[in-house]
């Protein structure tokens, strides 16, 4: 099970913090990654990280901005969000992959959190 949280209002250039709480699993075994649906749109990858050796990625959108990290001790993943600009909000979601690697597309991912919900207003 996923609990994604750490999503609200906040305005042009300000920072959040997403995390994600993994149970039930070795988490440390999972490969994590954020995905997000901005209003109308498909769901897009945000960032990844692996299980083994923390090889992170990021969308183009997002790179400098964005910064994801994992603490396997504590079964849970961030995503801190700076420099937030309006065509980030979005329902972001977390989700795990059984494999190690960064990866970008869904269909890597078996599991999945319901989403929190980030509104940058201007």
């Known amino acids: 099970q996923l609990q994604a949280s750490g999503g609200g209002l906040v305005q042009t250039g300000g920072s959040l913090r997403l995390s994600c709480a993994a149970s039930?699993?070795?988490?440390?075994?999972?490969?994590m990654g954020w995905f997000r649906q901005p209003p109308g749109k498909e769901r897009e990858f945000v960032a990844a990280?692996?299980?083994?050796?923390?090889?992170?990625s990021y969308a183009d959108s997002v790179k400098g901005r964005f910064t994801i990290s994992r603490d396997n001790a504590k079964n849970t993943a961030y995503l801190q969000l700076n420099s937030l600009k309006r065509e980030d909000t979005a329902v972001y979601y977390c989700?795990?992959?059984?494999?190690?690697?960064?990866?970008?597309?869904?269909?890597?991912?078996?599991?999945w959190g319901q989403g929190t919900e980030v509104t940058v207003s201007s």
């Open positions: 989700a795990l992959a059984p494999y190690s690697g960064s990866f970008s597309i869904p269909e890597k991912y078996d599991y």
């Open positions: 039930g699993r070795t988490f440390s075994r999972y490969s």
């Open positions: 990280i692996s299980w083994i050796g923390g090889i992170t």
